[in-house]
């Protein structure tokens, strides 16, 4: 494969597409169970908790364009499998290749979790009483 000043030649779409199909196919027929994400249009998150949660991951990235080439991703189908367990999201995504992104959650400490629950609980919703199902007890 020749590259072109350090990139690799470009791919296109359907040819990625065709591949994915392929990679998604066989882990299918090795007997894993696939969560994929239909192409849609529209807001990535629709409810209080998503849009903080995208606004939240948001405030984290390194680079200027991760996040919006992730919401292509979402919205024309290129999530082939997303899996959401207690601290971590998981997703198979076909972009140049067929590759998992995992975005993990650390545990809060006790005292800060305190401390966030007591700085939220002026408001309309106390904290504690939408999230204490989201944190396992230790």
Do not use: H
Request: aromatic share 10%.
């Amino acid at each position: 494969m020749s590259y072109y000043g350090g990139w690799k030649p470009y791919v296109p779409v359907a040819e990625r597409r065709k591949k994915a199909e392929q990679l998604v196919a066989k882990a299918i027929k090795s007997g894993k169970t696939l969560s994929p994400i239909p192409p849609y249009r529209g807001a990535i998150a629709k409810t209080f908790w998503g849009k903080a949660w995208c606004d939240n991951l948001e405030s984290y990235r390194d680079y200027e364009n991760r996040l919006e080439r992730g919401r292509t991703y979402v919205r024309n189908g290129s999530v082939v499998d997303l899996q959401i367990a207690a601290r971590e999201v998981t997703a198979m995504v076909s972009g140049s290749r067929l590759y998992t992104v995992k975005v993990g959650i650390a545990n809060v400490a006790k005292a800060r979790w305190k401390a966030l629950c007591a700085d939220c609980s002026g408001g309309s919703i106390p904290l504690w009483n939408c999230c204490r199902g989201a944190f396992p007890k230790r």
